[in-house]
């Protein structure tokens, strides 16, 4: 397995970071989100290809082959949710220290640096729940890998337009009925290739319910981008 570097702050946040020091999600040593002792122990996503088509997927059989999604074209993740990553992931989501999100989109832009891109869309919250966390992670990690692509960001282009239950609370078989028809498009497209932000994913349900509203507004190739893949 290889081990990526640790990606450099931005001048802003180094700035930060020597104000407010990062708490390593692994193991709280201060210093930085994701420390040196803990970096190789992230189950990093890489190389990795599906056994049927030869195409590069974080799973052995990729979206397409599997089944599993009728929407997305292709699926790129950074690492298992487990370990640090999945700690990454909480302390993003639950514990409101939205300023690591800065490290897990500059890995994610890396990790989608060949995929054909135009437009980065961030997989949306009720805004129920964004009025319960007072922002939207999936948002924070789509502008940020916006910005390392130097591709625009349509924050907007969906709405969920329908509360749902938390997806890591159901078993498996119930999470795309749970999900589906959850979104509606509020922008029109023409064949545009869209990078679809979330943080996390297992079964791909949201991503997929996600896509299908892109898909009815005309989106051209959507490729999912998560940080961390539940396997």
């Known amino acids: 397995m290889t081990v990526p570097a640790y990606p450099a702050p931005k001048l802003l946040e180094g700035g930060l970071d020597l104000i407010f020091p990062p708490m390593c999600v692994g193991c709280r040593h201060v210093g930085r989100w994701i420390c040196p002792e803990c970096w190789p122990r992230v189950p990093w996503i890489e190389d990795r290809q599906c056994f049927e088509c030869a195409k590069p997927s974080p799973t052995v059989r990729c979206v397409r082959c599997s089944g599993m999604s009728r929407s997305l074209d292709r699926l790129v993740a950074v690492a298992e949710f487990d370990g640090p990553a999945r700690e990454a992931v909480h302390t993003l989501k639950f514990n409101g220290r939205y300023a690591i999100a800065g490290v897990m989109a500059r890995l994610m832009a890396e990790a989608s640096k060949d995929v054909d891109v135009d437009v980065i869309v961030p997989v949306p919250l009720h805004r129920i729940r964004l009025r319960e966390r007072g922002y939207d992670q999936s948002a924070l990690l789509a502008r940020s890998v916006a910005r390392s692509l130097s591709r625009p960001s349509r924050p907007k282009a969906l709405r969920r337009c329908r509360p749902t239950l938390q997806q890591a609370s159901l078993p498996a078989h119930e999470r ?32 997929d319910a996600a896509a299908a509203a892109l898909r009815k507004a005309g989106a051209g190739q959507i490729t999912g981008l998560v940080f961390a893949l539940a396997v």
């Open 176 to 207: 795309r009925s749970n999900v589906a028809g959850a979104f509606e498009p509020r922008d029109k497209w023409s064949g545009e290739a869209i990078l679809l932000v979330d943080d996390v994913t297992t079964t791909g349900a949201t991503l």
